[in-house]
């Protein structure tokens, strides 16, 4: 039986020992869905253009 994991080993070893993170980018993915999510119906794409720059 072969693992997923195991064809790619190296691109996991490096994500395992690498001192960079991808946490910035996937705060603001979450911050602007729930943005989008809570403004969904209520505005038109100027109110939330505002409200993401913001």
């Known amino acids: ?7 790619d080993f190296i ?3 490096n994500s395992v020992i690498s001192e960079y993170s991808n946490g910035f980018i996937e705060g ?6 729930m943005i989008k999510h809570t403004m969904y119906g209520r505005a038109g794409l ?4 505002a409200k993401i720059i913001y």
């Open 46 to 49: 100027d109110l939330l253009r």
């Open 28 to 33: 603001n993915n979450n911050r602007l869905k």
């Open 11 to 13: 691109a996991v070893k």
């Open 1 to 7: 039986m072969s693992f997923p994991i195991f064809k």
